[in-house]
């Protein structure tokens, strides 16, 4: 091997290496962040990023509903609470509770890594959370199924380091 080409390689430079396709979830976050600051400034007066609140983001949550593909019925529907409806009916269609919480999970990282610190983040804010909560409820209801919440898996403790399982740095 020449000196240089040595050199390139032990430097980390090549001419070969393309740039990393970003993730899925990557470009969905990109995609994501790009449409909410399109919907702060297509606002009258246009909102500036500094100023946003969860108030502008419930009504994100609730302009996007427009687009959703999830059928909710409503209360005086004859088919709300059943699971698979016999017959179409007129109700709505919504963005599915799921959707919107993988969403405000994106967002959230987003604005973080644009700059945005923790303590500020209005897609943390918990209005946020009991509106999330208050569609995954209602949207169960609606469809007549109970909403599961994940078991979070019991950690043992064998008070013995040795015997963890999680990976320790010594």
Same mark, same amino acid.
């Given at each position: 091997?020449?000196?240089?080409?040595? $050199?390139? *390689? =032990?430097?980390?430079?090549?001419? %070969?290496?393309?740039? @990393?396709?970003?993730?899925?979830?990557?470009? +969905?976050?990109?995609?994501?962040?790009?449409?909410?600051? +399109? #919907?702060? $400034?297509? /606002?009258?007066?246009?909102?500036?990023l500094s100023?946003?609140?969860?108030?502008?983001?419930?009504? &994100?949550?609730?302009?996007?509903? +427009? &687009?959703?593909?999830? $059928?909710?019925?409503?209360?005086?529907?004859?088919? #709300?609470? /059943?699971?698979?409806?016999? @017959?179409?009916?007129?109700?709505?269609?919504? +963005?599915?509770?799921?959707?919107?919480? =993988?969403? *405000?999970?994106?967002?959230? =990282? @987003?604005?973080?890594?644009?700059?945005?610190?923790?303590?500020? %983040?209005?897609? @943390?804010?918990?209005?946020?959370?009991?509106?999330?909560?208050?569609?995954?409820d209602y949207? =169960? $209801?609606?469809?007549?199924?109970?909403?599961?919440?994940k078991k979070?898996?019991? *950690? !043992?403790?064998?008070?013995?380091?040795?015997? !963890?399982?999680?990976?320790? &740095?010594?």
């Amino acid at each position: 091997m020449s000196r240089e080409r040595g $050199k390139d *390689i =032990a430097e980390g430079s090549s001419e %070969n290496q393309q740039p @990393a396709t970003p993730s899925r979830y990557e470009s +969905q976050k990109r995609r994501d962040w790009n449409t909410f600051g +399109q #919907y702060l $400034k297509n /606002q009258r007066p246009p909102v500036p990023l500094s100023q946003c609140n969860s108030n502008h983001i419930l009504d &994100f949550l609730r302009y996007l509903d +427009q &687009f959703g593909k999830t $059928k909710v019925h409503l209360q005086g529907c004859v088919f #709300y609470g /059943q699971p698979e409806p016999p @017959a179409p009916c007129t109700c709505p269609l919504r +963005q599915a509770w799921g959707s919107l919480d =993988a969403l *405000i999970g994106r967002l959230r =990282a @987003a604005y973080e890594e644009n700059g945005g610190t923790p303590e500020t %983040n209005p897609f @943390a804010n918990a209005s946020i959370r009991v509106y999330l909560r208050e569609v995954r409820d209602y949207q =169960a $209801k609606a469809r007549g199924i109970p909403h599961k919440k994940k078991k979070k898996k019991q *950690i !043992s403790s064998k008070g013995d380091d040795e015997s !963890s399982s999680a990976m320790q &740095f010594s």
